[in-house]
């Protein structure tokens, strides 16, 4: 008899057919996002999960479900993850990075240049009817060329946008990081690490692209945002939660910085109101990693780590490989 897989989340058609050749599969392939318990309830029996982000595999979650044996997320960023938990309960977890490295990077370019260039808020003026003529200081907005960007966090996401920035837009680029990169990467990236503070305080564009955790939660909240200059942008392309998003629109609000792009919310799908108020901000609904191929790559990886696994197990991508080293 085939193993039985949850798929928690909509996939490609053909993705779900994959994994229907080794697997009984039941899928979501709605819009709906269940609940920790609705969660609970349809895994029993299951020996894998396919989730993204919006699936918390937690401790009770666990208990409640005790023929589970792995869970592939379809994400890099696994927050959602009590990893130490899965690997107390011998679960292996499992995430998609590399193939979503470049994607990721392209999309905080293009949202650094569409909030420092206005050029979200300049559209939305043209549809409304409001241009009558040219003026030299019409949505004037900040240079992004020969500026300096800072970046936070500097994993592989981060270093694709560094050789961007340095290569492509002759930018000077500074980094924070708990670890600093070797010498051999920093100067592929054209990067020099630097304190937190200095970062703040010298960027003209601060790009965040750290992961989620407790100790990351609201990375940037009022006081870091009144150490940037006021001509400053803010990008987000990393997680809801790092930064403090009422401290954010009050910022932008008070001209303390100039504007943000934000990818990423406290509560998404929900955004606070304070933040859908302003014009100075870009919001796009979580999509730095939404090309078709990436996305392509980013489930077959997920279906992959399930089938190796529970067929052969073994893992592509693991998280804790010490769940592998415990079962062989
Ligand atoms: C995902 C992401 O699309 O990979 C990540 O960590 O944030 C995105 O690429 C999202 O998490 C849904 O799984």
Redesign the pocket.
């Known amino acids: 008899m085939k193993p039985s897989i949850l798929v928690a989340c909509a996939v490609f058609p053909e993705i779900l057919d994959k994994l229907a050749n080794h697997f009984e599969v039941s899928a979501n392939q709605s819009d709906e996002v269940w609940t920790t318990a609705d969660l609970a309830t349809r895994l029993q029996g299951a020996s894998g999960a396919l989730t ?3 699936e918390r595999i937690d401790a009770a979650l666990l208990a409640a479900c005790p023929g589970l044996k792995i869970c592939a ?5 696994f927050n959602n993850f009590d990893v130490p938990a899965m690997t107390a309960a011998g679960v292996l977890a499992t995430n ?1 990075p590399d193939v ?1 490295t470049e994607t ?1 990077a392209d999309f905080g370019f293009a949202l650094l240049m569409t909030t420092a260039r206005r050029m979200a808020e300049s559209e939305h003026f043209l549809r409304a009817g409001l241009w009558h003529r040219w003026r030299y200081d019409m949505f004037a907005g900040a240079e992004v060329y020969g500026s300096t960007l800072g970046i936070l966090g500097m994993g592989r996401i981060g270093q694709g946008i560094a050789k961007r920035a340095a290569h492509g837009f002759g930018m000077s680029v500074v980094y924070h990081n708990r670890n600093r990169l070797d010498a051999v990467t920093e100067s592929a990236c054209a990067a020099r690490w630097v304190s937190k503070a200095e970062l703040l305080a010298t960027c003209d564009h601060l790009m965040l692209v750290l992961p989620y955790s407790p100790e990351s939660h609201h990375t940037i909240g009022a006081a870091e945002l009144a150490l940037m200059k006021p001509t400053a942008t803010l990008v987000n392309i990393a ?1 809801g939660g790092i930064v403090d998003d009422v401290a954010l629109a009050a910022a932008l609000r008070q001209g303390t910085i100039a504007a943000a792009g934000l990818d ?1 919310f406290e509560g998404e799908p929900t955004v606070h109101a304070d933040l859908l108020a302003l014009s100075n901000v870009v919001l796009t609904p ?1 999509i ?3 090309t078709r191929s990436t ?1 392509w790559a ?1 489930a077959e990886l997920a279906a992959d780590n399930l089938i190796v696994y529970l067929t052969e197990g073994k893992a592509l991508t693991p998280l804790n490989p010490q769940v592998l080293a415990s079962k062989a």
């Open positions: 993204t982000g919006s997320n379809m994400a890099v960023g998609t979503l990721t997680r990423v979580h730095a990693s939404a996305r980013m």
